[in-house]
Structure formats: structure tokens, C-alpha cells
């Protein structure tokens, strides 16, 4: 399975972005897919994840109200809006995904990141 994760970019506080993941190599409704971030000299942090089905979602509390993950199956792809951003959502943003794992950061695979920069 094969991730690619994109539509990052430069944006002013305030602002929004949408990120996407597109999966090759399988079927995205085989797999739980979460988002995570991480930010220069921290440890990789999760984000949000959706269930296969989209029937779970779970987001970090730091993004809560801000942030909606969606998938849609049909295009093995994966979503992250992020609204209301903030300097300190500036991080690289990973996808991966798991046919088991939900929220914790052992998903077994990972995509190459894309780069999200909030100015203020």
C-alpha cells in the first residue's frame, strides 16, 4: 500500500487548508486511516483518524471543532480540512493507514508527509 499526501502549503493565521491522501496498491476501504503531524523538534503527534467505514472518528483536542477528516472509498482517498489554522498547527502532516490500528501512531503504513506552514 502506497500513500501519497498532499495540498500543503503557506497560509496566514486564520486561514485554511485541505489536505489529501490519496492510497495505491489497495483498497482505502480495507483500511483505517489517520492523519498525524509533526512539528520541528517534536515527536510525531496524532492528529484524527476515521474508521474504514467512516462510522469512527476520533480527533486530537488540540484540532477539535477546527479539523474534519473524511474518506471517500470510491476514490481511495482520504481528507483533512483544516480550518481556523494556527502558528502552532505548522508541521509536516503525515497520512497512514491500518486495517487495525485507529488512534495510537503504530499504523503500518505511512506517507511521505507534506509540508503545512501557518504564518501569523
Known amino acids: 500500500v502506497q500513500l501519497q499526501a498532499y495540498g500543503g502549503g503557506l497560509v496566514q493565521a486564520g486561514g485554511s487548508l485541505r489536505l489529501s491522501c490519496a492510497v495505491s496498491?489497495?483498497?482505502?476501504?480495507?483500511?483505517?486511516m489517520g492523519w498525524f503531524r509533526q512539528a520541528p523538534g517534536k515527536e510525531r503527534e496524532f492528529v484524527a483518524a476515521?474508521?474504514?467505514?467512516?462510522?469512527?472518528?476520533y480527533y486530537a483536542d488540540s484540532v477539535k471543532g477546527r479539523f474534519t477528516i473524511s474518506r471517500d472509498n470510491a476514490k481511495n482517498s482520504v481528507y483533512l480540512q483544516m480550518n481556523s489554522l494556527k502558528p502552532e498547527d505548522t508541521a509536516v502532516y503525515y497520512c497512514?493507514?491500518?486495517?487495525?490500528?485507529?488512534?495510537?501512531?503504530?499504523?503500518?503504513?505511512w506517507g511521505q508527509g507534506t509540508q503545512v506552514t501557518v504564518s501569523s
Open positions: 476515521i474508521s474504514w467505514g467512516g462510522g469512527r472518528i
Open positions: 496498491g489497495g483498497t482505502s476501504r480495507s483500511y483505517h
Open positions: 497512514a493507514a491500518d486495517r487495525d490500528v485507529l488512534r495510537d501512531a503504530s499504523y503500518a503504513y
